[in-house]
């Protein structure tokens, strides 16, 4: 099955949280050598609705125009006063309910995101702050709309060298990119939204758990998706700011066509090298820049449509949140079962690519 219609609440957690007591005293997985494994989930997204009927009027064009070519029928945005930490906060606050663990439990804090809150310092130590997790280092990722990807090997790689520490990992995407649009842009404006989704990685025992994490990147098209100014290279100023230089700018064709590229590419990799086949994959977790788009290309990718979790028809592409929100709503509507075997495949601007396959672990 897919879940279009399947997403979080906005407010308080609709349920409790499923029961996961894993960690020892020491940090060690009970029962085996250790691996690492997603533990809990959460999302949180802003309460203002936007259609994409009102979107596609603003436009000029005919109402039902962007919800025929993407999927998407309304986003999130994010009130005036709400940045990027705010929002990956409450995912993450969800996301340690869900895992039954506190802000003491948790030693790193990992974040992807396109709109920091600020340059410096890093949106993580916002957020680090905000949940009073005061063992935890905490620092962002720029992997765009791959940043979850790039977090869960960060966060593994952190969680297999430590001695002492908590024995959790936070590994967050978030995103406010109504910030960041030009209004009048109608290759970035019917696309994206708001909203933040989080998941603790802790230790597990083998076999089950995270696999091999392959990421990737091509920097000679950077230029495909990008916000121009407000770096080094063009400071903000009158003039970058009267051309809108500090909105999204995207190649809307070199980019459909990257995803029509990379998405299949990812699954028949991440099936290769682990000698499985694609109908051995219980779910599969994609960015969803488009999710009429991601859906269509299952065939290419050897998958059935029930195979993948589809979450962004009512939230639009969401960046970094993209790939942990689709598969928190996933879990809430259909947990998968122990050994089940569950691949994460993220892209997005860079250009950056990742995929894992996690060996679902027993609650």
Known sequence: MTWPNQRPTTGPAASGPREAPYCGPDGRAPGGAPGWAIRGTGSHLPRRRVRSEEV?????????????????????????????????AHAARRAMAD??????????????????????????????????ARHAAAFDVAAACTGFVYGLQTAVGWLATQRGAPPCALVIGVEVYSKFLDPADRGTAALFGDGAAAAVVGPVPSPYGIGPVTLGSDGTRAGDVLIPAGGGRRPASAETLAEREHTIRM??????????????????????????????????????P??????????????????????????????????????????????????????????????????????????
């Open 56 to 88: 596609s009027r603003s436009l000029g064009l005919d109402p039902g125009w962007i919800e025929r070519r993407t999927g998407i029928r309304e986003r999130r945005v994010a009130a005036g006063s709400e940045a990027s930490s705010d929002l990956a």
């Open 99 to 132: 895992a039954g663990i506190r802000p003491d439990d948790v030693g790193l804090i990992v974040l992807g995101t396109s709109t920091p809150d600020e340059l410096g310092p890093s949106t993580a130590c916002r957020v680090q702050a905000l949940l009073g």
């Open 251 to 288: 190649d809307g064709r070199a980019v459909r066509d990257f995803i029509a590229a990379t998405f299949p590419r990812l699954v028949a990799e991440a099936v290769d090298g682990a000698g499985i086949k694609p109908a051995d994959l219980a779910l599969v977790v994609p960015h969803q």
């Open 290 to 363: 488009n999710p009429a788009l991601v859906a269509s290309l299952a065939p290419d990718a050897g998958l059935e449509p029930g195979q993948l979790a589809i979450a962004g028809h009512d939230v639009g592409n969401i960046g970094a949140a993209s790939l942990p929100y689709a598969l928190d709503t996933a879990l809430r509507a259909r947990p998968p079962a122990p050994g089940d075997l569950v691949l994460l495949a993220g892209f997005g601007a860079g250009l950056t690519w990742g995929h894992t396959i996690v060996t679902w672990p027993p609650s």
